[in-house]
């Protein structure tokens, strides 16, 4: 019975070699044969099964645990490698008890309380993770590790200021550790702080250029800030580096969709499916680029599909509904009522579901129904994000002082001579679509729709104009650099089209801001300022719930002293820049399509094509809020359509009061 003992010891020394050098397989086959001589040996049952679940053996290794720790249940090691393999099968509750019962034989272990504190976060429990992680850097001060976990849960329930003070204590102990900086990174990100993000990225990259990872968040901080061109080749590094990555081509065909390029889009978007075709968010994304390209039948087959694999996909019915008038409810409205009522829907899923279901009750006529499901939507999500609407007012206050009549003046003849750009703009749903839809029909004519492309030839043509010295850093630049930001914007839309069309149309809603620096970098371009009723067009802004920075849309009252602030930018363009711009209405153009037509094409210097009139039947893809209505002839139902909420639209009515006409 002792050599048979001394036997198994030396068999254990062997095994436990090959365990720390690395010898995994050797290892393994040695604990197994100890186990056939000594079936309750708890070590060797302890470290085979830590061996199995590293290997992926998830059931095998929780068999071998879970005796080990029958066999020694006082042993605290046992009970927090059994913790660590329910970890990593999510099996949250259990994984909890047993790092509590490890903790309970071995108070002062800061790992445990770090690994239990990460349990409690995987399994909701936020409040009770800190302290478990407090706890951790309590019996450890300069456990980095925790304190970089600690700033991840921080910042993932909206404490930033507190999450950026913890990533500073662990890259203070660890500052080599590339995942670190991405992380302060993503910090930084979600406040906003590009900049900032940027720069902890970058130091990541430089740490570890081959960081699939760091490209990933580094696109996406750059698409966030509205620089496609740099998110785009962000993406490229990280497909390079990984792949077979579908989020990452995901990503790539979000960039392409942008720029305007839906047949990539699309591409990136089919690639996402080759490589998971069970990936939901890629059977979404898919159904809007085919949406987008005016294939409904298949889009629709695409939403349903993401709907099968993730039933509570809220983004999906949104999508659905957005686009197809409802006269009675169906089997997806149903569905949509039901997950609605659901106890358990968290906001996230809960914001795109209240839009939804308003537009399907407005259909219906049911207006207070409506109002109730578009003021939750709005309500939630404007608790997603931090927004002063005085910062927008403080920003044009500035633009007007800069780019005044005496500012126009000393440039009259500046910039590029090229009549290439046709800038379409003015607040979102306010008919910049129908605009151009309408010219893009013209023979001479090409749309590229909504793309970042002025605003990215402005900060990316001269390294040194930034947003942090905009708009004053514009009277630093002479007439050449001017003419070389016009160049570069031509250049960036006929990117998308090819050197063919004479005119190109940019619709970019937002490009009011950027009217004073077109000016002198393109004398010549057409500007058409599209314009709405005002409590119409802020109300279609209300229920719709944008993919992009419309951090004025959430708020009635924020959304009517943004509109007022829109307008005062406005009437300054017009007063400094007299004739240089078309004031194109909705209503006329449903009162007189015709002479609508006529006058828009006549100030952007175009011949009559009485294709414009059938702009319906124009074949392109149509990205907005307002695709289905592009392809159909005008209509006048949603003229007014704000007066059916007039008892619940107080504050923006009130916001609205003083605006200029």
Same mark, same amino acid.
């Given at each position: 019975?002792?050599?048979?003992?001394?036997?198994?010891?030396?068999?254990?020394?062997?095994?436990?070699?090959?365990?720390?050098?690395?010898?995994?397989?050797e290892a393994e086959a040695v604990y197994r044969r100890i186990l056939v001589q000594a079936p309750d040996h708890a070590h060797a049952l302890h470290l085979l099964g830590m061996l199995v679940q590293r290997r992926g053996g998830g059931e095998e290794a929780l068999e071998l645990l879970r005796r080990a720790v029958d066999l020694r249940p006082d042993e605290p090691n046992y009970r927090f490698g059994l913790a660590i393999t329910l970890s990593a099968q999510a099996g949250w509750p259990e994984a909890i008890a047993a790092y509590r019962e490890a903790l309970r034989l071995r108070p002062q272990w800061p790992e445990a309380w770090m690994n239990l504190a990460s349990a409690l976060k995987a399994h909701g429990d936020t409040e009770e993770a800190q302290s478990a992680f407090r706890q951790a850097l309590v019996l450890k001060p300069d456990f980095a590790e925790a304190w970089h976990r600690l700033a991840v849960l921080q910042e993932s329930i909206g404490r930033q200021e507190s999450a950026l003070e913890s990533h500073q204590r662990a890259l203070a102990l660890q500052p080599s550790r590339a995942d670190f900086h991405v992380a302060l990174g993503n910090t930084c990100r979600a406040m906003r702080r590009y900049d900032a993000a940027d720069a902890a990225y970058g130091e990541a990259l430089r740490i570890d250029p081959d960081n699939a990872v760091a490209?990933?968040?580094?696109?996406?901080?750059?698409?966030?800030?509205?620089? @496609?061109?740099?998110? $785009?080749?962000?993406?490229?590094?990280?497909? $390079?580096?990984?792949?077979?990555?579908?989020?990452?081509?995901?990503?790539?065909?979000?960039?392409?969709?942008?720029?305007?390029?839906?047949?990539?889009?699309?591409?990136? +978007?089919?690639?996402?499916? !080759?490589?998971?075709?069970?990936?939901?968010?890629?059977?979404?994304?898919?159904?809007?680029?085919?949406?987008?390209?005016?294939?409904?039948?298949?889009?629709?087959?695409?939403?349903?599909?993401?709907?099968?694999?993730?039933?509570?996909?809220? !983004?999906?019915?949104?999508?659905?509904?957005?686009?197809?008038?409802?006269?009675?409810?169906?089997?997806?409205?149903?569905?949509?009522?039901?997950?609605?009522?659901?106890?358990?829907?968290?906001?996230?899923?809960?914001?795109?579901?209240?839009?939804?279901?308003?537009?399907?009750?407005?259909d219906l006529g049911e207006y207070d129904a409506a109002f109730g499901y578009f003021e939750t939507g709005n309500r939630l999500k404007r608790a997603t994000y931090r927004y002063d609407v005085a910062e927008e007012e403080a920003y044009v206050e500035r633009l007007m002082a800069v780019f005044d009549a005496q500012f126009f003046a000393a440039r009259s003849d500046w910039g590029s001579a090229d009549t290439t750009p046709i800038v379409i703009c003015g607040m979102p749903r306010s008919g910049t679509t129908l605009a151009e839809q309408i010219l893009a029909s013209h023979r001479e004519v090409a749309g590229v729709g909504e793309v970042?492309?002025?605003?990215?030839?402005?900060?990316?043509?001269?390294?040194?104009?930034?947003?942090?010295?905009?708009?004053?850093?514009?009277? !630093?630049?002479?007439?050449?650099?001017?003419?070389?930001?016009?160049?570069?914007?031509? !250049?960036?839309?006929?990117?998308?089209?090819?050197?063919?069309?004479?005119?190109? #149309?940019?619709?970019?809603?937002?490009?009011?801001?950027?009217?004073?620096?077109?000016?002198?970098?393109?004398?010549?371009?057409?500007?058409?300022? #599209? &314009?709405?009723?005002? @409590?119409?067009?802020?109300?279609?802004? +209300?229920?719709?719930?944008?993919?992009?920075?419309?951090?004025?849309?959430?708020?009635?009252?924020?959304?009517?002293?943004?509109?007022?602030?829109?307008? &005062?930018?406005?009437?300054?363009?017009?007063?400094?820049?007299?004739?240089?711009?078309?004031?194109f209405d909705y209503e006329a153009v449903v009162e007189d399509q015709e002479a609508a037509t006529r006058r828009l094409l006549e100030f952007c210097g175009l011949e009559w094509d009485p294709r414009c009139l059938n702009f319906h039947t124009t074949d392109r893809a149509v990205k907005t809020a307002s695709l289905s209505q592009v392809r159909r002839p005008v209509y006048g139902s949603s003229v007014g359509i704000g007066e059916k909420y007039a008892d619940h639209l107080g504050p923006l009515v009130e916001a609205l009061k003083n605006r200029e006409t």
């Open positions: 019975m002792t050599d048979e003992l001394q036997d198994i010891d030396t068999a254990m020394q062997l095994a436990m070699s090959h365990h720390r050098e690395g010898r995994r397989g490209w990933h968040a580094r696109g996406r901080m750059q698409y966030e800030r509205g620089d @496609l061109d740099a998110a $785009r080749t962000a993406f490229m590094h990280a497909a $390079r580096l990984r792949p077979g990555d579908a989020a990452i081509h995901l990503d790539l065909g979000v960039v392409a969709r942008e720029l305007g390029e839906h047949k990539a889009a699309l591409a990136h +978007y089919n690639r996402a499916l !080759e490589i998971n075709p069970d990936d939901a968010r890629a059977h979404y994304y898919r159904g809007v680029a085919l949406q987008e390209l005016g294939q409904l039948t298949e889009a629709r087959a695409a939403y349903r599909a993401a709907l099968e694999r993730k039933p509570d996909y809220t !983004e999906v019915f949104r999508a659905l509904v957005w686009h197809q008038r409802y006269s009675e409810r169906d089997v997806e409205v149903e569905s949509m009522e039901r997950l609605w009522k659901r106890q358990t829907l968290d906001d996230e899923r809960r914001i795109p579901l209240a839009f939804a279901l308003g537009k399907v009750c407005e970042q492309d002025l605003p990215n030839a402005v900060w990316r043509t001269l390294p040194a104009l930034r947003r942090e010295n905009f708009p004053e850093g514009a009277r !630093e630049f002479d007439r050449a650099a001017f003419a070389r930001l016009g160049e570069a914007y031509v !250049e960036r839309l006929r990117a998308h089209v090819g050197p063919k069309p004479a005119r190109i #149309c940019d619709k970019l809603p937002g490009n009011f801001f950027q009217i004073g620096m077109l000016r002198v970098m393109l004398p010549h371009a057409r500007v058409i300022h #599209c &314009r709405r009723n005002a @409590l119409d067009t802020c109300w279609s802004i +209300y229920k719709q719930l944008f993919g992009g920075r419309q951090y004025f849309a959430y708020d009635l009252a924020e959304l009517g002293q943004y509109y007022r602030i829109y307008q &005062r930018l406005m009437a300054h363009w017009a007063a400094v820049l007299p004739g240089h711009l078309l004031e």
